[in-house]
């Protein structure tokens, strides 16, 4: 397709990406896309039963497919009826892909799995020649990994030694998410567990930002390693996305730093998008606490991106404030007591 061209040209290692998504695509998706058409070296195969005219970028290929069909594709890697009800069982079947999905995969050298509330940076200067030569799998999360395309690694899911590990036939015989497609340890061991134990070449670096789970404001800590907690001078951080790639905006120590990642995973957070996106990818933008804003200047300057920072802080510190003293949840119930006594009125 579009980018394995582009790899072929350019002499490069190919790299597709497959996205199974079934029932109503997110708001957010236009940013998603707009991500990926900055990365027109990849492709993105999209397979989802909501068909809109959104215009993809070259690099994304819409594939219409119902869950059903899905299944049934995924049905044909076991022996044994699988138990795959709802689509967010899926996450436990992405390391299948590779064999599920292998009619779109088998001209591309790697193939991978990721989620659609990411906003991509520049992919390629993280999956670098040297390391996609040096390793059989990059990352180890579920929102993102990539696998060389071989059937050793297509079929490691199930022919690996689990070492200790959960079984993949019950994982794929029982409906709870097992966490099978990460390190998923809280589940008795996950793929990426059973890789690392079977001695699997894993380029394992934090070179993406994971946000704060089950928070409504961005808040994305700078450690050493890690971004899942909160520090106090790095916590009114913020994110900018220009045609380079995705930039970490935050203070460390009362210093202005940037760090570039590969990609920022906002975990199914509500985004409100403050402006329309085009799908080439020509834009830059800001990704703030309150929603993503388009952005004249960028990168901004040290003293906008200080000015920038003490505002995130303030929202910060507000909504901490209103919901550490369950101000909305006070007001919610309060609004229902009223509709119930009007109604009866």
């Known amino acids: 397709m579009y980018s394995r061209k582009v790899c072929e040209d ?3 290692t190919s790299i597709a990406f497959i996205i199974p998504y079934f029932g109503k695509l997110p708001d957010y998706l236009p940013v998603w896309l707009a991500s990926c058409a900055q990365n027109p ?7 989802t039963d909501d068909i809109r005219d959104f215009s993809p970028p070259k690099n994304v290929h819409v594939i219409p497919m119902t869950f059903d069909e899905a299944k049934a594709l995924l049905q044909q890697q076991f022996d044994f009826p699988i138990c795959l009800n709802r689509p967010y069982k ?3 079947y992405k390391p299948v892909y590779g064999a599920a999905f292998s009619k779109w995969l088998k001209n591309y050298d790697f193939w991978g799995h990721c989620d659609v509330d990411i906003i991509w940076g520049n992919i390629r200067h993280f999956f670098t020649e040297e390391r996609l030569h040096k390793y059989d799998r990059l990352l180890w999360q579920g929102h993102c990994s990539i696998y060389r395309n071989s059937e050793y690694m297509n079929l490691a899911f199930k022919t690996l030694d689990r070492k200790g590990c959960q079984d993949w036939r019950i994982v794929y015989s029982k409906d709870p998410v097992c966490a099978f497609d990460e390190y998923g340890e809280h589940c008795g061991g996950g793929l990426s567990l059973i890789m690392e ?11 993406f930002a994971d946000l704060c789970v089950g928070l409504d404001r961005f808040q994305c800590a700078y450690t050493e390693n890690q971004f899942y907690t909160t520090e106090e001078d790095s916590r009114s ?23 570039e990642m590969m990609y920022v995973h906002f975990q199914k957070r509500k985004l409100n998008l403050r402006c329309d996106f085009h799908n080439d990818g020509s834009e830059a933008y800001l990704l703030l606490p309150p929603g993503i804003v388009k952005s004249i200047e960028a990168p901004l300057s040290d003293v906008k991106a200080k000015r920038q920072l003490r505002c995130n802080n303030t929202r910060i510190l507000w909504s901490g404030i209103i919901n550490g003293m369950g101000i909305v949840k006070i007001m919610k ?4 007591k009223l509709i119930r006594l009007v109604s009866r009125g």
């Open 237 to 259: 951080c913020y994110f900018e996305r220009t045609t380079e790639g995705v930039y970490l905006i935050y203070r460390k120590n009362g210093e202005l730093r940037r760090k």
């Open 333 to 336: 119930r309060v609004f229902r």
């Open 197 to 207: 134990r079977n001695g699997i070449a894993m380029y394992k670096e934090w070179v």
């Open 41 to 47: 070296s990849i492709d993105f195969y999209l397979f």
């Open 90 to 92: 899926l996450c436990d």
């Open 10 to 12: 350019l002499h490069m």
